[in-house]
């Protein structure tokens, strides 16, 4: 489905973001890309769509090369490639419904988006998304009226909107709280399932990743240095990917929180943060 | 409701119908008011003039475009008399202006029924009239020369320095007042300890700002008697000495430049 | 001092503000140096206090005059320049805000490639250094006497004025939010419309409304130097040493920036 073969990417001020990096994602594969801030994690997703320009190298989707693409035939493959951001990147002042078919802006016309007159078809697709994120009772409210778990679902839509292949996701949980990541990537990962989408999802959140995905795949330093199962990842991998630390130390010391937490108040332990070794044997298991 | 049901099918329009007819009905005003005056100043124009503009500009041009450098020399005189006045006025229409913004803001003003609606009307006449027609006035009065500039430069500079001081004041933070207050303080020593280093950043970037604009009004101000460049302009213009009028222009374009470049760099030191 | 008082025992400890200037050398230099400047500037201004006093009578005349301002006598000339003004704001306005804003789209270096950069950026740095008098003098010049040239004037201030602060606001949107529109495979003018107006069209309003309160109060002024509207009448009656007049002519244009002052701060805190 997307064949990256030896992609580079130099940033102008000298720094190297990816180094020969070669990764293949079949059809309705999600993968979970982990490493620490700097490793190009977020370099090379928008190497896939070409938001950064990359150096060398040749991204495939199906068998056609989108470095080498002139602009008219970018912006046509651009809407096979879904994104979806950090934080969350609506446009503030628009309305919910504007958001998500501004996710057809790669079909439709400039008169017909300017003056909002959307195919009826586009309409349907619009509410049955919304309906499927669980706002359709938000249709006219402004993006900026939203909470941060919302924004994000209307993310999805729109980048669902764009009837993709594949979803690039940056981050999608990193300004949300535990509760709502977790309903977040549920729906990431199970939309991904009911359309056969593939995904490659950046994301630092480890043990959140280990829960929801099947591969995942380790950047350091703008080089692949992991890709396999969540159950393959072990401290050695973890060390190699974000450097030295006392993995198992932390485990210790989560443990003591994890019990006190549990005695001071049980509800509060659902929202807080779930730890990585209490992932492992969920995966394990 | 933009979302309506239509046959069991969800429709979505941006506005509902009262909406997009009110949008239309605000155009078709606007428009409608534009050709009216659209179609006053063109009974009021001598369009054979304006279809002759190319040929008058690039005649123009012509004449600019080999300008006498000796000139220069005769207008360096003129363009220190045009910096010192915007100086000069700016100073002192900031030093009246201080008073008269405390005065003017409701939270520091010692009297809000007499002394604070006087401040403001001295605000805003001072506002409303601009530089050149002070001066139109003041040469009247006191005759041509750098002092009806002066005191041109000033009179506008109140309101505007007035205006947004005393506007900054009124959104200074009332808890560091109070706790200056709280400690015994006179109200002059709450006014110089609570009030005063709140404003300071917003007093001298608002004076440095008016004096940029003041060094470009005061190249104007000569076209009615009261001193600077203007007064070589208005010379050079009215005996259509075009090539003196571009050296001017050039002395304007660099004078206003090295002010805005000076004013940049003072308020980028402040804040 | 009470302190030094309490303690005698303690070697008595000075405090002393620091200066805003730390360098004593360099603070002592801009505080002659500005004490020269004030002294040669002064001294530089030569005041005639004989002409002073001569004039002192017209002065109070003047003052006079404010207090019983003549509106009948010159009305068809008042209400002519005051129209004229008017028609004037409104049509420089207009052209003003349409020629600005694909001018401020060029001269925003996030859009524009640098050639396109350069030259919108030198429009709007000839159209700001300029005073709007000097600009109505070449009009004048350009397309003869009249509101035409005056409205020109005008319209070529309003391209500097708000396509600098248009392409300043362009320049400081969310990157985010045009990433996520670029993302969804849309054309250049979709993104303008999408990603960029939602975030700069609030503002740009609020600035056009701003200007044209500005455009009326300059369009007070151009006509001394022949561009139309109410400064023609006010340099008229003020020829002629009609000092009643001249006072009519400026309580409405007093009266006529205080309501449209009002009323654009009224527009802008209601709609935007």
Redo the contacts between chains.
């Keep these: 489905m997307l064949q990256i073969e030896g992609l580079t990417m130099r940033y102008p001020t000298g720094d190297l973001a990816l180094d020969n990096v070669d990764l293949t994602v079949e059809r309705g594969q999600v993968i979970a890309l982990i490493g620490p801030s700097g490793a190009g994690k977020s370099t090379l997703i928008r190497c896939v ?1 070409r ?1 950064v320009e990359p150096t060398a190298g040749s991204i495939r989707l199906g068998d056609i090369d989108i470095v080498r693409m002139g602009r008219t035939s970018l ?5 096979r ?1 879904g ?1 979806i ?1 950090q ?1 969350y ?7 919910v ?2 958001n998500v078919l ?6 439709v016309g ?1 008169w017909r ?2 003056l ?1 007159r959307y195919p ?1 078809s586009d ?2 697709e ?2 049955r998304l919304l309906e499927r994120v669980g706002l359709d009772h938000m ?2 409210k402004r993006a900026d009226a939203l909470s941060g778990g919302q924004r994000q679902r209307v ?1 999805i839509a ?1 980048a669902l909107m ?1 009837n993709p292949d594949i979803l ?1 996701v940056d981050e999608p949980t990193a300004s949300l709280d535990p509760k709502t990541s977790r309903q977040i990537m549920r729906l990431i990962t199970g939309l991904c399932r009911e359309r056969g989408l593939g995904a490659i999802i950046n994301i630092h959140d480890v043990p959140l990743a280990m829960q929801f995905v099947e591969r995942i795949v380790g950047l350091r330093a703008g080089e692949i240095v992991y890709d396999g199962p969540p159950s393959g990842l072990d401290d050695a991998h973890l060390t190699e990917i974000y450097g030295e630390e006392d993995w198992s130390g932390t485990r210790a010391a989560d443990r003591e929180e994890e019990a006190d937490a549990a005695k001071a108040d049980a509800a509060l332990k659902v929202a807080a943060r779930v730890d990585l070794p209490e992932m492992k044997k969920v995966a394990a298991s | 409701m933009p979302v309506t049901q239509i046959d069991d099918r969800k429709v979505w329009q941006r506005r509902d119908r009262a909406q997009q007819l009110r949008i239309w009905l605000g155009w078709l005003v606007g428009v409608a008011l534009f050709m009216v005056c659209w179609e006053y100043i063109s009974r009021q124009t001598i369009w054979i003039f304006v279809w002759d503009a190319p040929q008058q500009a690039f005649d123009m041009a012509r004449r600019m475009s080999n300008p006498p450098w000796g000139y220069f020399d005769r207008i360096l005189w003129p363009m220190w008399d045009t910096i010192n006045m915007a100086t000069l006025g700016t100073l002192i229409g900031v030093v009246i202006a201080t008073p008269l913004a405390f005065l003017a803001a409701w939270n520091t003003t010692p009297s809000r029924f007499v002394l604070r609606p006087l401040a403001l009307g001295i605000i805003v006449t001072s506002r409303s009239i601009n530089s050149l027609i002070w001066a139109l006035l003041l040469v009247l009065i006191l005759g041509p020369g750098l002092m009806a500039g002066i005191i041109a430069i000033a009179l506008r500079s109140i309101g505007f320095v007035g205006k947004l001081l005393y506007e900054a004041i009124e959104e200074i933070d009332e808890n560091q007042v109070e706790a200056i207050r709280a400690t015994g303080a006179a109200p002059t020593q709450v006014l110089s300890y609570g009030v005063w280093p709140q404003i300071l950043p917003a007093f001298a970037g608002i004076s440095v700002y008016r004096w940029d604009i003041n060094i470009r009004e005061a190249t104007i101000l000569g076209l009615v008697g009261a001193g600077g460049i203007g007064v070589q302009l208005s010379a050079s213009v009215n005996s259509l000495a075009w090539g003196q009028v571009s050296v001017i222009f050039i002395a304007i374009l660099l004078t206003v430049v090295v002010s805005e470049w000076v004013s940049a760099k003072v308020r980028h030191a402040i804040i | 001092m009470s302190i030094a008082a309490a303690a005698p025992q303690a070697a008595p400890r000075q405090w002393r503000k620091p200066p805003f200037i730390r360098d004593p050398r360099l603070r002592y230099a801009i505080y002659v140096g500005a004490l020269i400047y004030l002294v040669i500037g002064i001294g530089s201004v030569n005041f005639n206090w004989d002409r002073m006093v001569a004039g002192l009578d017209r002065g109070i005349a003047f003052v006079a005059a404010f207090l019983a301002p003549d509106f009948t006598t010159r009305w068809t000339d008042i209400s002519k320049g005051l129209l004229e003004s008017l028609t004037m704001t409104l049509i420089a306005t207009v052209f003003g805000v349409i020629l600005s804003i694909p001018v401020a789209l060029g001269a925003a270096r996030n859009l524009a490639p640098w050639p396109i950069y350069a030259v919108c950026r030198s429009i709007i740095a000839v159209s700001r250094a300029f005073q709007e008098v000097v600009i109505a003098i070449v009009f004048v010049a350009m397309f003869g006497f009249g509101p035409f040239a005056g409205a020109m004037t005008l319209a070529f201030a309003t391209i500097g004025f708000l396509g600098k602060l248009l392409a300043e606001d362009i320049e400081d949107i969310d990157r985010d939010q045009v990433e996520a529109i670029r993302a969804t495979g849309s054309s250049w003018f979709q993104l303008l419309n999408y990603a960029i107006q939602p975030q700069v069209a609030p503002r740009f309003i609020g600035l056009c409304v701003y200007r044209l309160d500005i455009n009326f109060r300059e369009s007070a002024v151009i006509g001394i130097v022949g561009a139309g509207g109410i400064g023609a009448t006010l340099n008229t009656a003020l020829g002629r040493y009609e000092y009643d007049s001249a006072a009519a002519i400026l309580l409405s244009i007093i009266v006529i920036v205080f309501i449209a002052e009002y009323s654009s701060g009224f527009i802008r805190r209601r709609f935007l």
């Design positions: 769509n938001l912006r046509r493959t651009r809407r490639l994104m951001f934080e990147a609506l446009v503030e002042r628009l309305s419904m504007e501004s996710g057809r802006l790669g079909y400039f988006s300017y909002r009826q309409i349907d619009a509410f249709v006219d993310g729109r764009q690039l």
